[in-house]
């Protein structure tokens, strides 16, 4: 059954009234306020007990709170209706509409401006909000500097130079303080990179935030990506991400040595095994191709065993097999060059002066097995005709 509205000469959510329920709010806890309101209803005698309410007639409408606001990240304002509306935390019972005049009078004049007072303030709530959508505005690289320079970036630590803006988020719990999360915004406002324990985080997992362009050109998108990236700690980083780390680490490191030098093949070797084992369908490399080409060659037997031994990331030695088969000298000298030779019988001498060239190109996995993403192919064209013919295919990478 609805609480009755406890008001003197009220009849709402009384049976006999044909009004509906109409929505009513219990007697605050706060002895001062009960008080207010048990003042303002002059019901003589009465003490309100947990079921005691006053209807919403009773409150004037700057006292009520009938729908809910938020900003949403693009600056522009959801309004939602509530369903039951919610009172202000200082609303006070202030109409009587059933008893004599001078109960309401104290707030009859507030009534009377009410309308005026909520147009202004309607004004004053989009004029606050035009202001926000420019203040959040960030129009250059000299603002945005100068505006860092001055703001106190609460987790991180920034260094600003002509070029860029970067920000640190470092661990020092460590025995060697490590760098966390790095971002770094460029001079046209561009960020150009974050990264998570040394590894650039992809760009599309912050779509959502950075829109497609990757510009910083709010403050509300700044502060924003700065909290996502705040949640970012040390511990969580996966074996996977540990592993492109390590890659990373010794790619960079093959950049930095010679190649004479001679652990240079072994890094690039190792940098490669790396990679493999952070994937299902490993592509090779054309050196580690070559490589287990020419083991396989020396010594089946061994090559299988270590294949199987699953130390290595190495080709399948039926791949190897399967490959070496299709470009096997036999078996150019019993096709390509034969079939060649038998062409150039039926050439014009002018004919047979040709181009020898290098051509790349993708191919499509025909071989359940791992293939080649790439073949070059060596190819002659005559010079002064259209023929053209393979001479031989090599697989890329
Ligand atoms: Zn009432």
Redesign the pocket.
Known sequence: MPTK???PR???NYNTTTDGY?T?YSFPRDPDRREQWLRAIHRDNFQPGATSA?????FSEEHIVREDRAVRSDGSVLILRREIPKLTDDAVPSKFPNQPSYMSSIYKQKCEGLQERRKEEETEDEDAFRKWVTDDVISDFNMFKSRIQNMKIDGFTVIINDMEVVFLKIDCTSEVPKIIVSLKINNELRIINISHNDIPISSSKLDWLLGSDKVMDKWSKFDTLLNHLKSYNIRSMSPNEKLELASNLLGSCCNEIDESFGIYSKVKFLKEQVSLLRTKAPKYSTDTLDWASLNYFSNPSAYRRLWSSKVLTIPHPEYLRQLSHSLSPESIHCDYLKHLSEKAKTLEDHEKVVNLILEETDVKSADKLQPASTVQAFVITSLLSNNKDIVRLFPGK
């Open positions: 509205c406890c008001v009220c009849r709402s109409v009513v006053v209807c919403i007639k009773h």
